[in-house]
């Protein structure tokens, strides 16, 4: 059974910075891809960034420069270092993880993946 733990949320002011872990149990964690998505009050849960079996990650553009994702693999832990923090960046963060695809899959599609955390919200202050 796959379970997916997220912590490192707060609040900070515009500028700031924040880093988010993603403790992951089930399977062989190399064996996931994975992803972070956020989803603020009244708009749909979109996706962030992703990262493939390779440790090879993806940013939506929104985020592109200031997010970055990662994993460490001795730790079974995905993390995203979120940088130069924005008012619009404020919402509840998910790390999402599945195995359906093979190869070098990566997807910012919510419809691409089985296992979600409870989610850990970030409040950016202006």
């Known amino acids: 059974q796959t379970r997916l733990v997220e912590s490192g949320g707060g609040s900070v002011q515009a500028g700031g910075s924040l880093r988010l872990s993603c403790v992951v149990s089930?399977?062989?964690?190399?064996?996931?891809?994975m992803g972070w998505f956020r989803q603020a009050p009244g708009k749909e849960r979109e996706g962030v960034a992703a990262i493939d079996r390779y440790g090879v990650g993806y940013h939506a553009d929104s985020v592109k420069g200031r997010f970055t994702i990662s994993q460490d693999n001795a730790k079974n832990t995905l993390s995203l270092q979120m940088n130069s923090l924005r008012p619009e960046d404020t919402a509840m963060y998910y790390c999402?993880?599945?195995?359906?695809?093979?190869?070098?899959?990566?997807?910012?599609?919510?419809?691409?993946?089985?296992?979600w955390g409870q989610g850990t919200q970030v409040t950016v202050s202006s």
């Open positions: 089930g399977y062989t964690f190399s064996t996931y891809y």
């Open positions: 999402a993880a599945d195995l359906r695809r093979s190869g070098r899959f990566w997807s910012l599609s919510r419809n691409d993946y089985t296992y």
